[in-house]
T-cell receptor, first 112, second 110 residues
Framework: DVKVTQSSRYLVKRTGEKVFLECVQD?????MFWYRQDPGLGLRLIYF???????EKGDIPEGYSVSREKKERFSLILESASTNQTSMYLC???????????FGPGTRLTVL | QKEVEQNSGPLSVPEGAIASLNCTYS??????FFWYRQYSGKSPELIMS????GDKEDGRFTAQLNKASQYVSLLIRDSQPSDSATYLC??????????FGKGTRLHILP
């Protein structure tokens, strides 16, 4: 079974703080993804990575950066958190781009 | 802009009946199609994937794909209250990018 874990289920931060969200997968998947999910807007892709040290912008990369130093770990960084970044953040991984994506449990981030 | 469209619902179906969920997509070159179920407050989990035209059955679930009409559907037979969730359609386009629909909320009435 594929297991994707995320560092926190719930997180509360203050405006302007630097926030790190971490994702780890244990199935040697090449591809990893970060999404945010908001009511009425669905899943929106922030960044993705097809290989170690490689990253590609998704549909809404502004205000975010990512790091993939090891194959199993993909980190999302909010450089200076803002209230409009309050959301559910979901990490996913897949073996190949067209394959099934497996999701982590999600991190519900609140920025005050 | 490539799109995946779903009716947001809620779709209310009596327990024991067939629930029919529909999805259309804009990229005719799409090759892979997925249905995910998402319970409130939880992350999406894969129900079925389908790659070729026709029907694919797995237990109470049947996925149907019609590439000519750019249409994919999910049928749930003998609907149970535990099937109440949001169902996300996902399509892998010709550029190998997965695009998610916004989901259909399904409510099974006991």
């Amino acid at each position: 079974d594929v297991k994707v874990t995320q560092s926190s289920r719930y997180l509360v931060k203050r405006t302007g703080e630097k926030v790190f969200l971490e994702c780890v997968q244990d199935m040697d998947h090449e591809n990893m993804f970060w999404y945010r999910q908001d009511p009425g807007l669905g899943l929106r892709l922030i960044y993705f990575s097809y290989d170690v040290k490689m990253k590609e912008k998704g549909d809404i990369p502004e205000g975010y950066s990512v790091s993939r130093e090891k194959k199993e770990r993909f980190s999302l960084i909010l450089e200076s958190a803002s209230t409009n970044q309050t959301s559910m953040y979901l990490c996913a991984s897949s073996l190949n781009p067209p394959d099934t994506q497996y999701f982590g449990p999600g991190t519900r981030l609140t920025v005050l | 802009q490539k799109e995946v469209e779903q009716n947001s619902g809620p779709l209310s179906v009596p327990e024991g009946a067939i629930a029919s969920l529909n999805c259309t997509y804009s990229d005719r070159g799409s090759q892979s199609f997925f249905w995910y179920r998402q319970y409130s407050g939880k992350s999406p989990e894969l129900i079925m994937s389908i790659y070729s035209n026709g029907d694919k059955e797995d237990g109470r679930f049947t996925a149907q794909l019609n590439k000519a009409s750019q249409y994919v559907s999910l049928l749930i037979r003998d609907s149970q209250p535990s099937d109440s969730a949001t169902y996300l359609c996902a399509v892998c386009d010709r550029d190998d990018k997965i695009i998610f629909g916004k989901g259909t909320r399904l409510h099974i009435l006991p």
